[in-house]
Nanobody, 123 residues
Framework: HVQLVESGGGSVQAGGSLTLSCAASGYTSSTYAMGWFRQPPGKQREGVAALDSDGNLNYADSVKGRFSISRDIASRTLYLQMSNLKPEDTALYYC??????????????????RGPGTQVTVS
């Protein structure tokens, strides 16, 4: 049973930066895709970034050039570095994992596991 726990959220002024972390445990497969999603207040979930099991990186157009997804395999931690934050980035951010690959339609997929999320507020 995969467990994911996010941290690093908070309140920041527009133009600021935050780095989110996602600690993962309980993997039984060696091949996982991982991603970051967010849910703004009153809106639907949207994909932010994904790191596919083959190393491919995918980003939502709205965050390209500002956000960077990465992973530390040894510590089983997924990161999302966010810079030049905008008020429209305000949302509950959560990480998710999926056995196998997620592919180019990653943002529309239902991942297998997700964490409870961490709130990011940009004012």
């Amino acid at each position: 049973h995969v467990q994911l726990v996010e941290s690093g959220g908070g309140s920041v002024q527009a133009g600021g930066s935050l780095t989110l972390s996602c600690a993962a445990s309980g993997y039984t497969s060696s091949t996982y895709a991982m991603g970051w999603f967010r849910q703004p207040p009153g809106k639907q979930r949207e994909g932010v970034a994904a790191l596919d099991s083959d190393g491919n990186l995918n980003y939502a157009d709205s965050v390209k050039g500002r956000f960077s997804i990465s992973r530390d395999i040894a510590s089983r931690t997924l990161y999302l570095q966010m810079s030049n934050l905008k008020p429209e980035d305000t949302a509950l951010y959560y990480c998710a994992s999926k056995v196998g690959m997620c592919g180019p339609n990653w943002s529309k997929l239902r991942f297998d596991s997700r964490g409870p999320g961490t709130q990011v507020t940009v004012s």
